[in-house]
């Protein structure tokens, strides 16, 4: 390939959910920087921060596709953002690389989907959870698209478990005043809580449900976890570390992922960003998407999304998040499942895995879905 | 909150030349757990399909096996023309949902939801309709039963109507089949009170 090829990053390092946008752009400009010193400039970034403005993103979309000729871009984090901007890629017959875990009910031809759906996440959770914890959760969420769908998929599961959801209680997006909340929590005593709020919000509410369990031993994490689907490295030390330990999240890939492949990756990003630095989901994620785009990019010998994506479900190719294979019919990527457990220095303790899970966004399986197959770690 | 609509194992029709629309309707249609046909002639009467998509730009009358806007299955239009001939045509079919030309995907699941939805809700209206129907036509009956509890129970009008409502929970029958078998001889002339 003669020409640079550009590819748009399109993340929001402001707003409600900052920590996540950071993150994800830290590992795009992270994969360009490697792409760079292994391919020079055959792949060129066009970078556009949005600030969390749906026009903006709107705008950047659109500057990407029209002015900076991309046919690609690496972005979007809410599913808001996502749908505003796949009408503009599938005008300009781009692909949307979106990385991040969402609610499912989507499949597009113009997107790569390598986040996960419900059937990769909150599944595999409620097959874990509910045998261990029962089968009476509280439910709470960001009044958004991602809390509601998660949480009725949540009722759902419980329904079908015989079950019981005691409480369901939504919150804007960077309210903190979780004290309501809480106390109805402490009255109904539910089995485990499924935390589908963001950034601030979901902060805040840790905290609380710490406090509570320190006064009342029924709330600590052992009897009455806090569960979520989206909570990152980046994010613990804005709970406070020690304050969120004990708590579960799901995710396809943990820092503590002890493989060969992880272990490389560890290195080199400490060796840019020094030791401390935790690698989250959306980091290795939005790594993980940039570096696919363009090694396929690369690989076609043009940007042309039709032959990118028929590379991508041709053979799977190695990623920090394992060998990825993208369904051709789904357009997303197949993910193993990990269940974390929060500890005291930051991190999450892998306490259960499954490996890699095909992605079903319509829940076409759920009914004839087989039985747990979760393999205990620890 | 309704459940997840699941679709698994499903049949579907699509009623439309084979092109480009129909591949990608196809795809996004056994993404969602359809078993796929695809057709540019009459639909069998005898062997429907769980659900049927048709081509409303150019479908014509005798394309789907019945009559009227009473569609026995859910029925999706796809619709590139604004004419409005053609969008009565579609809703003369039956159609309970429009799917756009050109296929965006994203339209599909939620039409098929929707027209699996209100097709479920225009039953059970039509149901309820010939339910009340049945009972209007009755109506006559209720009322000679209550003139003659009136003539033997020497009793005035709301009093008889009384007695005849008394006697239908008692037997846990609609008041119009009480009627009939009173007027009938089946069933003994209910005492007053």
Same mark, same amino acid.
């Given at each position: 390939?003669?020409?640079?090829?550009?590819?748009?990053?399109?993340?929001?390092?402001?707003?409600?959910?900052?920590?996540?946008?950071?993150?994800?752009?830290?590992?795009?400009?992270?994969?360009?920087?490697?792409?760079?010193?292994?391919?020079?400039?055959?792949?060129?970034?066009?970078?556009?921060?949005?600030?969390?403005?749906?026009?903006?993103?709107?705008?950047?979309?659109?500057?990407?596709?029209?002015?900076?000729?991309?046919?690609?871009?690496?972005?979007?984090?809410?599913?808001?953002?996502?749908?505003?901007?796949?009408?503009?890629?599938?005008?300009?017959?781009?692909?949307?690389?979106?990385?991040?875990?969402?609610?499912?009910?989507?499949?597009?031809?113009?997107?790569?989907?390598?986040?996960?759906?419900?059937?990769?996440?909150?599944?595999?959770?409620?097959?874990?959870?509910?045998?261990?914890?029962?089968?009476?959760?509280?439910?709470?969420?960001?009044?958004?698209?991602?809390?509601?769908?998660?949480?009725?998929?949540?009722?759902?599961?419980?329904?079908?478990?015989?079950?019981?959801?005691?409480?369901?209680?939504?919150?804007?997006?960077?309210?903190?005043?979780?004290?309501?909340?809480?106390?109805?929590?402490?009255?109904?005593?539910?089995?485990?809580?499924?935390?589908?709020?963001?950034?601030?919000?979901?902060?805040?509410?840790?905290?609380?449900?710490?406090?509570?369990?320190?006064?009342?031993?029924?709330?600590?994490?052992?009897?009455?976890?806090?569960?979520?689907?989206?909570?990152?490295?980046?994010?613990?030390?804005?709970?406070?570390?020690?304050?969120?330990?004990?708590?579960?999240?799901?995710?396809?890939?943990?820092?503590?992922?002890?493989?060969?492949?992880?272990?490389?990756?560890?290195?080199?990003?400490?060796?840019?960003?020094?030791?401390?630095?935790?690698?989250?989901?959306?980091?290795?994620?939005?790594?993980?998407?940039?570096?696919?785009?363009?090694?396929?990019?690369?690989?076609?010998?043009?940007?042309?999304?039709?032959?990118?994506?028929?590379?991508?479900?041709?053979?799977?190719?190695?990623?920090?998040?394992?060998?990825?294979?993208?369904?051709?019919?789904?357009?997303?990527?197949?993910?193993?499942?990990?269940?974390?457990?929060?500890?005291?220095?930051?991190?999450?303790?892998?306490?259960?895995?499954?490996?890699?899970?095909?992605?079903?966004?319509?829940?076409?399986?759920?009914?004839?879905?087989?039985?747990?197959?979760?393999?205990?770690?620890? | 909150?309704?459940?997840?609509?699941?679709?698994?194992?499903?049949?579907?029709?699509?009623?439309?030349?084979?092109?480009?629309?129909?591949?990608?309707?196809?795809?996004?249609?056994?993404?969602?757990?359809?078993?796929?046909?695809?057709?540019?002639?009459?639909?069998?009467?005898?062997?429907?399909?769980?659900?049927?998509?048709?081509?409303?730009?150019?479908?014509?009358?005798?394309?789907?096996?019945?009559?009227?806007?009473?569609?026995?299955?859910?029925?999706?239009?796809?619709?590139?023309?604004?004419?409005?001939?053609?969008?009565?045509?579609?809703?003369?079919?039956?159609?309970?949902?429009?799917?756009?030309?050109?296929?965006?995907?994203?339209?599909?699941?939620?039409?098929?939801?929707?027209?699996?939805?209100?097709?479920? =809700?225009?039953? *059970?209206?039509?149901?309820?309709? +010939?339910?009340?129907?049945? /009972?209007?036509?009755?109506?006559?009956? !209720?009322? $000679?039963?209550?003139?003659?509890?009136?003539?033997?129970?020497?009793?005035? =009008?709301?009093? *008889?109507?009384?007695?005849?409502? +008394?006697?239908?929970?008692? /037997?846990?029958?609609?008041?119009?089949? !009480?009627? $009939?078998?009173?007027?009938?001889?089946?069933?003994?002339?209910?005492?007053?009170?």
């Amino acid at each position: 390939m003669n020409n640079t090829v550009k590819i748009g990053i399109l993340y929001s390092t402001t707003g409600p959910y900052a920590e996540i946008g950071r993150d994800a752009r830290d590992g795009a400009d992270f994969a360009i920087e490697e792409l760079r010193a292994t391919h020079g400039k055959a792949i060129e970034p066009v970078v556009i921060d949005p600030h969390a403005e749906i026009a903006a993103y709107l705008e950047g979309a659109r500057a990407m596709l029209r002015d900076h000729g991309c046919r690609h871009i690496v972005g979007t984090i809410t599913s808001l953002a996502r749908k505003e901007v796949i009408p503009l890629v599938e005008k300009h017959d781009g692909l949307l690389w979106y990385m991040c875990p969402y609610e499912g009910f989507e499949a597009n031809d113009n997107v790569i989907y390598t986040g996960g759906c419900p059937n990769q996440h909150l599944l595999p959770l409620f097959d874990y959870l509910i045998p261990r914890f029962g089968r009476r959760p509280y439910l709470v969420g960001a009044n958004y698209v991602w809390g509601w769908e998660m949480n009725r998929l949540a009722r759902e599961l419980i329904e079908d478990a015989g079950g019981e959801v005691l409480g369901e209680r939504y919150l804007p997006l960077e309210e903190t005043a979780v004290e309501r909340i809480v106390l109805d929590i402490e009255q109904r005593r539910p089995s485990f809580i499924l935390n589908n709020f963001i950034g601030p919000s979901s902060y805040a509410f840790l905290a609380a449900i710490r406090a509570l369990g320190a006064r009342n031993p029924a709330f600590l994490p052992e009897n009455c976890p806090v569960v979520s689907c989206d909570l990152q490295e980046s994010e613990l030390p804005h709970i406070g570390l020690g304050v969120a330990t004990g708590q579960l999240c799901a995710a396809a890939y943990f820092d503590t992922v002890a493989t060969p492949e992880n272990a490389v990756f560890k290195a080199q990003v400490a060796a840019k960003f020094g030791s401390q630095r935790r690698i989250s989901s959306v980091f290795a994620s939005a790594y993980a998407s940039v570096k696919l785009c363009a090694e396929a990019i690369i690989t076609a010998g043009t940007d042309d999304p039709m032959a990118v994506s028929r590379l991508l479900s041709a053979a799977p190719r190695p990623t920090v998040l394992g060998p990825i294979l993208i369904n051709p019919d789904t357009r997303h990527a197949a993910l193993p499942f990990h269940l974390g457990r929060i500890n005291d220095e930051g991190g999450f303790d892998i306490i259960a895995a499954q490996p890699a899970i095909a992605a079903d966004p319509y829940l076409t399986r759920r009914r004839a879905r087989p039985p747990e197959q979760l393999r205990v770690v620890s | 909150m309704r459940e997840t609509p699941n679709f698994t194992g499903w049949r579907a029709t699509i009623l439309h030349r084979e092109d480009n629309t129909t591949e990608r309707l196809t795809r996004q249609l056994k993404l969602i757990g359809f078993q796929v046909t695809v057709q540019w002639q009459p639909l069998d009467a005898t062997d429907l399909p769980d659900i049927i998509l048709v081509d409303a730009d150019q479908g014509w009358d005798g394309l789907l096996p019945w009559s009227d806007e009473n569609a026995p299955r859910p029925l999706v239009a796809l619709l590139g023309s604004e004419a409005p001939g053609r969008i009565a045509w579609a809703m003369e079919q039956g159609t309970s949902a429009i799917i756009a030309k050109p296929l965006a995907s994203s339209a599909v699941y939620p039409a098929l939801v929707m027209a699996l939805g209100i097709h479920r =809700e225009r039953k *059970a209206v039509i149901d309820k309709l +010939n339910h009340l129907e049945e /009972r209007v036509r009755l109506r006559p009956l !209720v009322h $000679a039963a209550v003139e003659r509890i009136i003539a033997e129970r020497k009793v005035d =009008e709301e009093l *008889a109507y009384t007695i005849l409502r +008394n006697c239908a929970m008692r /037997r846990r029958m609609p008041m119009e089949q !009480v009627a $009939a078998s009173i007027l009938g001889g089946a069933e003994p002339m209910p005492e007053a009170g």
